[in-house]
């Protein structure tokens, strides 16, 4: 069993957002190992879904039921809270009155914030779950299974045909239908083609007007669609770098969906061989390091900002990370596993422009090497420097 890098709280009540499949449940029967100790409630079984979407007050009864117990269980778990939001009220008052602690999981946020719920007004913690990363997978690793299949938990343990099937169930069924099923769209067609136009635009500049067009709705209406992919962690926006704030948001983000597996499915290139030294191959090893340190970011609850630097002639910083006001780190990565020093001093030029930055090129060269002010780093040495003092 794959022991996962997040650490959740066993003092006070929480929720665990997480995309669908990425092992939530998973993670809190690790937490939570012994029955005795928890009490479960899955709101994916249709009959409890229903039960208590009916009537919420129900869950009253089930609480209390379990306080006449001689020893009741401390913990409560609800599984995929989004589905019956009015529960987290009768959840709030349990947790003021000190009766029980909730661990409380959902892949939709969103849903609960449209539904006015009760969000427990700061008396549970906020953690979220992503797929699986390098990390975590440590010697079971495979940098070429990673960027092919992605990594989300059921995913990794496939074979390559079963996989496939997956991996297209996952986009089709979850994606597709239930993020529609859940109400957070309206008409389907559209949202559809905007999913297939966002994995084919995936970490490029979001152009809302192109994609207004090509989707048959208004820009409004895709702005709204990013929202809903980033309110359901399937995805995340990266602002442009500027020192205004202002300007900082004139400038369009660029858009990551939140698995390679995912992305490649929903752009109808799974079947396509990755072949290195190619420009396909060069993007989606791009995406993958971004994920990785975007996934440790936000598994550890660092409050580093994400940015991307773009000049007036098309000049690109792939990443900015931003650990204080005084204290960055510009990342520009390469797939190649042979650092060209022509890329290297061009990088250098262009970082001149952003203040109190650590330069740092990633690729596959396992060769560290120092070219002027730009270490150049093995990736998976370069995240481990980007989380130590030493940056």
């Known amino acids: 069993m794959i022991d996962r890098a997040l650490k959740v709280s066993k003092e006070r009540s929480f929720f665990l957002f997480g995309a669908r499949g990425t092992g939530k449940s998973t993670l809190l029967r690790q937490v939570f190992p012994k029955p005795e100790a928890t009490l479960w409630i899955d709101l994916l079984d249709p009959e ?66 449209r539904a006015q719920a009760d969000m427990l007004a700061g008396r549970a913690s906020l953690f979220e779950l992503f797929p699986l990363n390098h990390l975590e997978l440590q010697s079971g690793f495979s940098l070429e299974k990673a960027l092919q299949w992605g990594t989300l938990p059921e995913a990794w343990e496939l074979s390559p045909e079963e996989c496939r099937r997956y991996l297209r169930s996952y986009c089709q069924v979850y994606l597709k239908e239930e993020v529609i099923s859940e109400q957070l769209v309206r008409k389907v067609q559209p949202f559809r083609n905007f999913l297939e136009l966002a994995a084919i635009q995936n970490g490029q500049i979001i152009n809302y007007s192109k994609f207004a067009r090509d989707c048959g709705v208004d820009e409004n209406t895709i702005v709204t669609y990013f929202e809903i992919l980033s309110d359901t962690l399937l995805g995340f926006e990266i602002p442009p770098f500027h020192l205004s704030v202002r300007k900082r948001q004139r400038k369009n983000p660029k858009f990551y969906l939140f698995d390679l597996g995912v992305t490649r499915t929903l752009a109808n290139r799974l079947d396509e061989t990755l072949v290195p030294r190619t420009s396909a191959y060069g993007f989606i090893f791009e995406h993958f390091v971004i994920l990785e340190i975007y996934r440790l970011i936000r598994t550890r609850e660092l409050d580093w900002k994400m940015t991307y630097l773009n000049t007036k002639d098309n000049k690109e910083i792939d990443l900015i990370v931003e650990k204080k006001a005084h204290s960055r780190v510009a990342i520009e990565i390469k797939s190649t596993d042979r650092v060209d020093e022509a890329e290297v001093h061009s990088f250098e030029r262009l970082a001149k422009d952003i203040p109190n930055a650590k330069l740092l090129l990633l690729s596959q060269d396992r060769t560290p090497q120092k070219y002027g002010e730009v270490s150049c780093l093995h990736w998976k040495e370069g995240i481990e420097k980007i989380f130590s003092n030493e940056l």
Request: proline share 6%; no cysteine; hydrophobic share 40%.
């Open 48 to 113: 409890q879904e229903s039960r208590f979407a009916l009537h919420p007050e129900s869950l009253s009864a089930v609480l209390d039921e379990e306080l006449k117990q001689k020893t009741p269980k401390p913990w409560v778990v609800i599984d995929e809270i989004q589905k019956v939001p009015a529960l987290l009220g009768i959840v709030h008052q349990y947790i003021r009155a000190k009766k029980f602690r909730f661990a409380l999981t959902g892949s939709s946020a969103r849903k609960l914030k």
